[in-house]
């Protein structure tokens, strides 16, 4: 969960405009004001648009006929000339967006560095399966869960929907609700679930009985980012003793 967390800390960039030296060999496609536009940079900001890596957005690009193509332009020319405006005016010097600016490039190259290292990081099914076993008390959860549960739309053949609470357990509980009863360890009513065949879970936690550490198998994508997030409090730790803050 650390490493969940520190990224969810890192900001967003709707628009990056950032135009370094080693671009200028790249043809230019569009120039507003002192920007230039190459194809990467559209690859990317459509990577953004599409909230996809590079290679979906480079195949989708490849894919766009001549029109799309420019009416993408247009619209990445658009915010230059808005961009240029703002230079124009001064805005830059906007504290509260001279602030952004600066914490949306440290958070980036942030970001950038845990990608990087990431590489290194040993993922494998060996490496998650010890993780899990020396830091059992981190899965440990309840034997079963009382709740009321209800399913809405789908098709669901409605043979949990009697009204009435219930005990469940990792064996007889809904796939789509076995994070929420068996991870989450929340009472009181939790968000809707979306089922497999498209309708909702509607639940309501009221009691947990008994303790169990969960097999490897239920929680091994929450094992996996426990992991990440071991290694990245390694190398902060690194981090911190071999760059010092000045004050």
């Known amino acids: 969960m650390i490493f969940k967390d520190f990224l969810r800390g890192l900001l967003v960039i709707a628009v990056v405009l950032l135009i370094s030296d080693f671009a200028l060999a790249e043809p230019c496609l569009s120039k507003v004001g002192g920007q230039e536009v190459t194809e990467d940079d559209l690859i990317y900001l459509l990577s953004r648009r599409m909230d996809s890596s590079m290679d979906v957005a480079a195949l ?44 949306d490039g440290i ?30 008390e981190r899965y440990r959860a309840p034997e079963r869960v009382l709740a009321e549960v209800r399913h809405c739309g789908g098709s669901y053949d409605g043979s949990l929907d009697t009204g009435e609470p219930r005990w469940f357990s990792l064996k007889d509980v809904p796939d789509a609700l076995k994070d929420v009863f068996f991870l989450d360890l929340k009472l009181g009513d939790v968000p809707p679930v979306l089922s497999s065949d498209g309708g909702l879970w509607i639940a309501r936690v009221l009691e947990f009985q008994g303790s169990r550490v969960l097999p490897f198998d239920v929680v091994r994508d929450r094992v996996r980012e426990d992991l990440k997030g071991f290694y990245l409090e390694k190398e902060l730790r690194r981090l911190r003793g071999r760059i010092l803050p000045v004050n």
């Open 107 to 136: 958070n980036t190259l942030a970001k950038a560095y845990v990608g990087r290292i990431g590489l290194t990081w040993d993922l494998s099914e060996e490496a998650l399966r010890k993780y899990h076993s020396s830091n059992g």
């Open 60 to 103: 989708a690009w490849m894919g766009m006929d001549s029109k799309q193509r420019k009416n993408f332009i247009s619209h990445v020319e658009d915010v230059l000339f808005l961009s240029e405006a703002s230079r124009l005016r001064g805005l830059g010097l906007n504290q509260d967006v001279a602030r952004k600016i600066r914490w």
